[in-house]
């Protein structure tokens, strides 16, 4: 027993240590805190997959009762160690994007016209801005046939996230 | 839509981890970029070391000496004349007072990747040195009426960067004054061609362009970072000359600028110490490099102690190597070994103290090309986009009108046509970082070695992930995220436990090494770019040989000073290996070619291409 809860230890330390690294890399100052619009790039780093509403939910929790821009580590680590500990916001298994894909490929081409996926993401669900659309344009488009190959997109993205 | 949402966490999810890798990135450049000033420290405590407990010694005791120049300039103009330049020869020929057709013609050289001819280059430097003379050490003066001001921050050899500033702003004139603030050379390809155009525009307009002295504006940094090297490579007959001329020129450069009397520019900062009445009083032309603190030269301050010729080098050293930081106060500045770390109260009081309202300084590359700080009293501007790697930074411009409103000007060169994704960005930036890190690993592996095997008592070849972060980090001092950086550098065992040794898999020697035990290449790998520069210093005439006496000699002095034991005999048989024609000198760059580590896939990475 001793020995279970050495090792309940020693994962929660190295979770700790995770959490820190990710933190110290956007800590610009050295002082222990990070501009609250990073905390989306950190927690998303972590291999977590918070919507965007779930997000604001979790700076909510951790800001200060008067925001002052900045997230301060002795708030986030708690916070973040829940978050890690009990697997929230899991990552997307890739057949279940693909699906995602699919649905949208209603007429089941196998492909996606770039002004149907445009209007999709900029104006459904969490829509993308403008800069976010034009990115994932540029990436998943392919420049020969102007479509998007969704299968082969999704395989390329997955295969990089992997290395 | 469901779908859409999960499309969108997803590809939101990807693109932070991608924002994660180019931030870390951009750690890695900095860590390693610091870590070599921080070398420099070193290298520099050794030259006082050897000063001070071998002045017998020949070596280096020349770069105290003025540099011994029994003609007097006229002369020297007059032998540049002679030079002959061959019919051959069609590149810009220059003649002097300077014209703008002549300045075009430059441009227009420049941009073909013409090179101009040696004597060209020694008479503009003639005339500049010329020029510089009557100026003082902080040039003041005033925005022309309804014009604007622009400053810029660290070129270092981009020519691209300084031909788009141009581009885009237009060409130096009475209608266009210009600023630059320091460090045109070093690390870029082109410091030459840089140094040509603003010294240049400098004669051509001396009221409207300004130059101030940057901390690579220093011929012993220009022997660690490429500038030595890239003249002598593009002059074979004249290089020598005219890195002598060029050394005098940098210190006579101006150590500051102040416009309208509110704004100081400076290259790196300021110390609590730094008073600019005290500043122009000093002969700035005295400080010939900041590296090894007492090498002023002898012959002015005979009459002074030491402490007080120290003290002038740390006036100048603080101006041109400090760095802004947001904790008060005024700290040395470890990271580069010069300079301080100067806080917010040590701004506002230097700024009361002359009536100035504004500091900017370069020195510091940024992302943006431009940073504030100490509550906007401090701008930080840097000119060189793309600096560590392509998609690095972008660079950025100043442009300051009469009500001293400063305003930012972006701007990144691109060597595609085609705009990189971000995803191609980041794997290129990273690829590079990694490697940097690979050969520091591999620079430092028989330490890394000792450590890993202290941690894995069964003898299995595997430790834990928190293990190997936790020697890596100790032995080479870098505060990096390693254990987000352990899937780039070493690889896993089925049971998640890490294969130590695959850190040095990817890294071996580029040719056959000489006989030396594997401790001694080692250390040779590691100190190669100090033993370089060290012995471009003993070899006074850059003929590429050195004595293998010297060569002994510096060695034994070098590991003593490091406190490395090395085996008398082993440099005594390196020493005859590397003589290949028996004549008693060796060929420098040979050895170091030699101890040149490569990356084993480089070859496999461009068939690839």
């Known amino acids: 027993m001793a020995e279970d809860k050495d090792s309940a230890e020693a994962i929660v330390s190295e979770v700790h240590r995770k959490i820190s690294e990710a933190f110290d890399v956007f800590d610009h100052e050295f002082n222990k805190t990070v501009d609250v619009r990073e905390i989306g790039t950190i927690i998303r780093s972590l291999g977590c997959f918070p919507s965007e509403g779930e997000l604001h939910d979790i700076i909510a929790e951790i800001e200060e009762e008067e925001p002052t821009g900045y997230i301060c580590f002795e708030k986030f680590l708690p916070t973040m160690t829940t978050v890690l500990m009990e697997r929230r916001f899991r990552p997307i298994p890739e057949d279940l994007l693909l699906q995602a894909f699919e649905v949208l490929d209603q007429q089941k081409k196998g492909h996606l016209e770039p002004e149907e996926l445009t209007k999709y993401l900029t104006q459904e669900g969490e829509p993308f801005t403008p800069e976010e659309m034009e990115e994932m344009m540029s990436a998943a488009l392919d420049p020969d046939r102007n479509v998007i190959f969704y299968k082969d997109f999704v395989s390329m993205m997955s295969v990089d996230n992997h290395r | 839509m ?71 300039d006229r002369a020297r103009l007059t032998n540049h004349e002679q030079i002959i330049v061959p019919e051959s020869y069609n590149g810009p020929r220059l003649t002097f007072p300077l014209t703008v057709s002549q300045t075009d013609a430059l441009l227009t050289a420049f941009k073909n990747q013409q090179q101009l001819h040696g004597r060209f280059v020694l008479q503009l430097l003639q005339e500049t040195k010329k020029l510089l003379r009557q100026m003082p050490n902080v040039v003041y003066f005033s925005t022309p009426y309804a014009k604007e001001i622009t400053i810029c921050g660290d070129l270092h050899g981009r020519l691209d960067d300084l031909l788009l500033i141009f581009y885009k702003n237009g060409l130096p004139s009475a209608e266009t004054p210009y600023v630059f603030n320091g460090d045109f050379v070093d690390r870029g390809k082109k410091s030459v061609e840089i140094l040509i155009l603003l010294f240049a525009y400098l004669l051509l307009y001396p009221d409207h362009m300004h130059l101030n002295r940057g901390n690579h504006e220093d011929h012993i940094m220009n022997l660690r970072y490429g500038f030595t090297k890239e003249v002598m490579q593009k002059y074979k007959t004249h290089g020598r000359d005219i890195l002598k001329l060029i050394q005098e020129v940098f210190s006579l450069l101006p150590l500051a600028t102040v416009i309208d009397n509110k704004v100081l520019v400076v290259h790196g900062g300021i110390s609590d110490v730094t008073d600019l009445d005290f500043l122009r009083s000093i002969e700035r032309h005295k400080v010939r490099t900041v590296m090894a603190k007492v090498c002023i030269t002898a012959a002015v301050f005979k009459d002074c102690n030491m402490y007080f010729r120290r003290t002038i080098g740390i006036f100048v050293v603080d101006l041109l190597w400090s760095d802004p930081k947001s904790q008060p106060g005024c700290r040395p500045n470890t990271f580069r070994g010069g300079g301080c770390y100067f806080g917010p109260d040590v701004t506002r009081r230097l700024l009361e103290k002359h009536a100035l309202s504004l500091l900017i300084r370069s020195h510091e590359c940024k992302r943006e090309g431009y940073e504030l700080c100490h509550d906007g009293q401090v701008i930080t501007i840097f000119s060189a986009s793309n600096y560590y790697e392509e998609g690095s930074n972008r660079g950025a411009y100043i442009k300051l009108g009469q009500e001293l409103v400063p305003r930012f000007f972006q701007y990144q060169v691109s060597h595609t046509t085609r705009k990189l994704t971000l995803m191609q960005r980041v794997r290129v930036g990273e690829g590079s970082a990694v490697r940097a890190l690979q050969e520091k690993l591999f620079a430092h592996r028989s330490e890394l070695m000792a450590a890993f095997q202290h941690y894995d008592t069964s003898n299995s070849g595997c430790i834990s992930v928190s293990e190997w972060a936790v020697v890596v980090e100790s032995v080479l001092r870098m505060d990096l995220p390693w254990r987000t950086l352990r899937p780039r550098l070493a690889r896993l065992a089925p049971d998640g436990m890490v294969e130590y040794q695959s850190c040095f898999e990817d890294m071996g020697p580029g040719q056959p090494i000489p006989q030396v035990s594997p401790n001694f290449a080692e250390t040779l790998y590691r100190y190669r770019t100090d033993l370089e520069i060290i012995f471009n210093i003993i070899d006074k005439d850059h003929s590429g040989q050195i004595s293998t006496e010297e060569f002994r000699q510096t060695w034994r002095l070098f590991s003593a000073h490091l406190g490395v034991e090395v085996d008398n005999k082993a440099i005594d048989d390196l020493a005859r290996t590397m003589d290949f024609n028996k004549d008693g000198s060796i060929d420098f760059n040979e050895f170091l070619e030699a101890f040149r580590v490569v990356h084993k896939l480089d070859s496999k990475d461009q068939q690839e291409c």
């Open chain 2, 2 to 72: 469901k779908a859409a949402i999960l499309i969108q966490r997803w590809y939101r999810r990807y693109i932070a981890r991608l924002e994660m890798r180019q931030r870390y990135t951009w750690n890695i450049f900095q860590s390693i970029e610091y870590a070599g000033e921080q070398d420099q420290l070193q290298l520099s405590s050794f030259f006082s070391f050897m000063l001070d407990n071998f002045t017998q010694l020949n070596l280096i005791s020349h770069l105290l000496d003025p540099v011994v120049n029994p003609q007097t």
